[in-house]
């Protein structure tokens, strides 16, 4: 145990001193004469506890003590003094001192075990407090999800009464013959129009329920991505002007084709829906030997700058979009980027509000990235490892979870983990870096944090790892 003993009498800490390093067990001690002394010496993070006398030079009584924890907040302190004063030590002990000993009234003994009990019943202070802690980020966790699902309702209530609103409409009308010639052709590819839009909200929800379940599944198969854009343009041609250009001689691509289908539809339904019906939208496709590039460009209401970091994340709905009470769920572009890095992709966006915006996709010809790695999360807390392992899930990212550093061994080195999330308070990653095999040494291991968000976690994920389009889903 490493002792930090403040004490100005000379003959009260050569006492201390031979109490603690006398027997079997014996404690490393450093004596400050001076709270001054003090200050400098709490700062070097070195210590377990701090034995502490109530008159110094420098301060004195419950004064001096509230000082001391302003300085070191996390390190417990044991009062050592010679004032018998039962009032003061009822006061210190209520701020927070782990002990009150009266000077001439312990032994080597007495002093040890009052010490070693001090040190356990801070730790489980400690672990209470984190307990509590992680307890209400849990509980805020469930209030934001819940509002969020609230929200998600009553805005598919919303998006589903208009589409069947038309659909019925329209269909009662065909069914009772008022409408004939061109208008029963404008009445039936509204039907068809809104029967589309169904379906795309109907696979949203169903995609969002796979990627929190882990039972995403990709269906591989290698197929043309510019017939594949071509397609999903031509279909929007009723809604909106659309160029689309093409300068890859060679658009073959290896993946999920209706998932990729799913992530061109929202972002050209993203184009349609934030932008003015005058307005053209520029599709454009183009790459290199190893990858196809996919921008699609608007020239709508545009995303504000301090909104940009947040856009691909879950529920997220421009506060622009908000206002104008343009509708939607928030899980389109979530799910763009869920599916795009399952391909080994990434996307940006580039946005100026009142201009527009430009998403670019990444996409790998080969598939490479589809046999990229996961995350680890490891942390003897479960609540700490499910709860990460959760909000990582929930973002799309492929997460094994582990309780005990010995099971880093057992991870397949063939295909190692991106990173390591790790509950630092219970394990060293650097001394974890040396228990696992080295094929696994190069991946970084990332603190998790006591009080962390989804969104925190992702972004330290990516600041990381050197390719961020490399992060699995599930």
Avoid at 130 to 141: H, P
Avoid at 394 to 414: F, S
Wanted: hydrophobic share 40%; net charge negative; aromatic share 4%.
């Amino acid at each position: 145990m490493n002792i930090l003993l403040v004490e100005d009498s000379q003959t009260d800490a050569a006492l201390v001193q031979r109490y603690l390093r006398d027997g079997n067990d014996p404690h490393v001690v450093r004596v400050v004469r001076r709270f001054a002394d003090f200050a400098a010496a709490a700062c070097e993070n070195a210590w377990d506890i701090v034995l502490l006398d109530m008159t110094l030079p420098d301060g004195e009584g419950l004064e001096l003590y509230r000082r001391a924890r302003e300085i070191a907040p996390t390190l417990p302190v044991v009062i050592l003094s010679a004032r018998s004063d039962e009032e003061l030590a009822l006061a210190a002990v209520a701020a927070g001192a782990q002990d009150y000993l009266l000077k001439g009234h312990v032994d080597d003994v007495t002093l040890k075990r009052a010490l070693r009990y001090a040190v356990e019943r801070d730790r489980m202070q400690r672990r209470l407090e984190n307990g509590l802690a992680e307890l209400e980020r849990q509980r805020a966790n469930v209030i934001r999800l819940n509002a969020q699902k609230n929200e998600l309702i009553a805005t598919l209530a919303h998006d589903i009464r208009g589409p069947l609103t038309a659909i019925v409409g329209f269909g009662e009308m065909l069914a009772d013959g008022g409408l004939e010639g061109e208008e029963a052709t404008k009445a039936a590819e509204t039907i068809v129009r809104n029967g589309q839009r169904l379906a795309t909200l109907s696979d949203d929800v169903v995609a969002l329920s796979r990627i929190e379940l882990g039972e995403l599944e990709l269906d591989i198969e290698q197929f043309d991505l510019a017939a594949l854009v071509a397609e999903e343009a031509e279909g929007r041609l009723g809604q909106r002007t659309i160029r689309y250009i093409c300068d890859a001689e060679d658009t073959t691509i290896v993946g999920d084709k209706r998932r990729l289908r799913q992530s061109i539809d929202n972002l050209l339904g993203n184009a349609v829906k934030y932008s003015k019906d005058d307005t053209p939208i520029v599709v454009t496709l183009h790459g290199n030997a190893n990858s196809l590039t996919l921008d699609v460009s608007d020239q709508g209401i545009g995303i504000p700058n301090d909104e940009l970091a947040r856009v691909f994340d879950r529920f997220a709905r421009g506060s622009n979009a908000r206002r104008a009470k343009i509708a939607g769920t928030g899980l389109g572009l979530f799910l763009v980027r869920t599916f795009i890095e399952r391909h080994g992709g990434h996307i940006s966006v580039r946005s100026s509000v009142g201009v527009g915006s430009t998403f670019t996709v990444v996409l790998p010809r080969n598939g490479a990235g589809l046999s990229v790695r996961g995350v680890v999360v490891l942390a003897s807390d479960r609540n700490v490892r499910e709860g990460a392992a959760y909000e990582l899930r929930a973002r799309g990212i492929r997460v094994r979870e582990l309780a005990a550093a010995d099971e880093l061994a057992m991870l397949d080195p063939v295909s190692p983990p991106l990173a390591t999330f790790v509950e630092r308070r219970n394990f060293d990653g650097e001394r974890l870096r040396a228990r696992v095999p080295e094929s696994m040494r190069g991946a970084p291991f990332i603190d998790i944090p006591p009080h962390f968000l989804g969104e925190e976690l992702v972004e330290a994920l990516r600041e990381s790892t050197s390719a961020p389009s490399q992060v699995d889903s599930e």
